[in-house]
């Protein structure tokens, strides 16, 4: 029952941060042989309904991540015992100690995204903006400074970027008000419509109401050779 998202909506747009080094860890995760999002039928069907909602409206979805194995959660909370590993910091937890990220809610010891109905996304302006190339080792932005300022994610602008661990990040947070607040209540309206409910403490993160899998932790990897 697990898909290849692109199979079921090629238009939906991907940005695997899992598979790339420009996620909170600096390198990619371990599980995450492809840069493929990886979901259980019934969350993808539910994504291309959001994504049918917003097409007429001149946007898209982007995911950030989908499936995520259960030993590359194993692979976060070893990252986050090593204290001396500050690399990425500056850009997505500047004022989080990276030792009170999981008490804090901001990394799940048992991801929702293991069960395969979990998906992390944003929405992007079409045609979407040519985004620069992250290269590691690249002077780093906190992820809620102002987004002229911050890394040149071709997201409409959602008052942080993606796995911002700070309050600023809560879906509701009152500081964020205007544009972004109406993208966060866009996205969030949009995925409720399509099944989904919303995690106050992330944006990005929406989980399907009724998943197939409620109970069960996976742990295939995310590959093509996964799939049936
Ligand atoms: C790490 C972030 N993208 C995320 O998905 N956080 C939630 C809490 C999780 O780990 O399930
Ligand atoms: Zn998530």
């Known amino acids: 029952r697990f898909v290849d998202l692109a199979a079921v909506d090629a238009t939906i747009l991907t940005e695997m941060r899992y598979h790339s080094a420009h996620n909170f860890v600096g390198r990619r995760i371990k599980g995450y042989r492809e840069p493929l999002c990886i ?8 994504l291309k309904n959001a994504q049918a909602a917003l097409r007429p409206r001149g946007l898209s979805l982007k995911v950030y991540d989908c499936y995520r194995p259960r030993r590359a959660v194993a692979d976060f909370a070893a990252w986050a ?20 990220l999981f008490d804090a809610g901001y990394l799940a010891r048992r991801s929702g995204h293991s069960r395969g109905s979990t998906v992390d996304l944003t929405i992007v302006r079409l045609p979407a903006a040519r985004q620069p190339a992250y290269r590691p080792g690249q002077p780093l932005t906190a992820c809620y400074a102002p987004v002229s300022r911050r890394f040149r994610d071709n997201g409409v602008d959602m008052g942080t970027g993606y796995d911002c661990f700070d309050p600023l990040a809560h879906t509701l947070d009152p500081r964020v008000t205007g544009v972004p607040r109406a ?14 409910t919303g995690y106050s403490k992330e944006w990005w993160h929406f989980t399907l109401a009724g998943e197939p899998y ?7 990897p995310v590959a ?5």
């Open 81 to 100: 015992e090593d204290r001396s590993d500050q690399r990425m910091k500056a850009e997505f937890y500047p004022r989080t100690d990276k030792g009170s």
């Open 214 to 220: 409620p109970d069960t932790y996976f742990d295939f």
């Open 224 to 228: 093509r050779g996964s799939l049936p």
């Open 39 to 46: 979901l259980t039928r019934p969350a993808a069907r539910a």
């Open 183 to 196: 993208n966060r209540i866009l996205l969030r309206d949009t995925m409720a419509a399509a099944g989904f």
